[in-house]
């Protein structure tokens, strides 16, 4: 039986950008967990509102936008 991991504290809202001088993203929810126990995140494109999906542990890596 397979236990349903809680997602976890994720900074919804808030504006990062991919690396020091990529595009800015928001940050959304908790998608689902992945087998190797990150998950993975909605986040939408500033730019464009285009949404997608993105590691959390990568996402963690990601400055604040500014």
């Not at 126990?37 to 996402?59: C, F, P």
């Amino acid at each position: 039986m397979q236990v349903a991991a809680a997602p976890p504290s994720i900074p919804v809202g808030k504006i990062k950008s991919f690396g020091p001088f990529g595009p800015k993203y928001e940050v959304g929810q908790a998608l689902h967990p992945l087998d190797d126990g990150d998950w993975m995140i909605e986040v939408t494109m500033v730019e464009t509102g285009e949404k997608a999906e993105y590691r959390l542990t990568h996402l963690s890596d990601d400055p604040e936008a500014h």
